[in-house]
């Protein structure tokens, strides 16, 4: 099955920092990879997403991500943090055996102190 | 503004209780998925639909059904509550498996 995998469990970086987020994963084929942003007691809001083509995808409210496909990486980055980036973050692929539902990480509390 | 609305933000159900989670998408998707979200689990797959009255099994279906009568609701039905179902459940659609919108979830308690 596609995969992913989180490995800090939280994230602690200064305002105005450059931030990473990491992700590797695990798929057959080519991937189809997301980042979701979580706030508090809130749905999901989609980031960014890699289909295919330029490594480097820009998203939303100024974050990128990386895909390393001889790494299997796929962290999230953003150049400078803002307090309000404070959130949950998860990685995402979509899984061609359930129907192209999104298996998720478990997730990464980012926590960015002023 | 495309959307996702589950009826409820917050529910509070007795153990045994038969219980409706409903989601609406108002994007003519012909995929529908639930998910519940645990601390530390991430989100996990609970049921998806890719179409009017089809249904299949995600991850951890047990203890829980759906019904899609319609395109646009997917209804999440947990036959008998119990105390290890109280999580948040977070409703998706999909036209194609480029882009999934999110509902804003509801945060389902049982005791």
């Known amino acids: 099955a596609q995969s992913v995998a989180q490995p800090e469990d939280q994230v602690n970086v200064a305002e105005g920092n450059p931030l990473t987020v990491k992700c590797t994963y695990s798929v057959s084929g080519n991937p189809y990879l997301f980042w979701y942003v979580q706030y508090p007691n809130r749905g999901l809001q989609f980031l960014l997403k890699y289909i295919t083509g330029d490594n480097l995808v820009k998203g939303s409210y100024g974050f990128e991500a990386e895909f390393n496909k001889s790494q299997t990486s796929f962290h999230l980055k953003k150049p400078s943090a803002l307090v309000s980036d404070s959130a949950l973050y998860f990685c995402a692929v979509r899984d061609g055996n359930s129907g192209y539902a999104l298996n998720f990480g478990k997730g990464t509390s980012l926590l960015v102190t002023p | 503004d495309v959307k996702v609305t589950q009826s409820s933000r917050y529910l509070v159900k007795r153990t045994g209780e038969k219980v409706f989670l409903e989601c609406v998408q108002d994007?003519?998707?012909?995929?529908m998925f639930w998910y519940r979200q645990d601390p530390g689990l991430g989100l996990r797959l609970i049921y998806f639909?890719?179409?009017?009255?089809?249904?299949e099994k995600g991850d951890i279906p047990e203890g829980y059904s759906v019904s899609r009568e319609k395109k646009e609701r997917f209804s999440l039905i947990l036959e008998s509550a119990s105390t290890n179902q109280t999580s948040m459940y977070l409703c998706?659609?999909?036209?194609?498996?480029?882009?999934?919108?999110f509902g804003s979830g509801t945060r389902l308690t049982v005791v």
């Open positions: 994007m003519d998707h012909e995929n």
């Open positions: 998706a659609s999909s036209r194609d498996s480029y882009g999934y919108t």
């Open positions: 639909s890719y179409d009017v009255k089809m249904k």
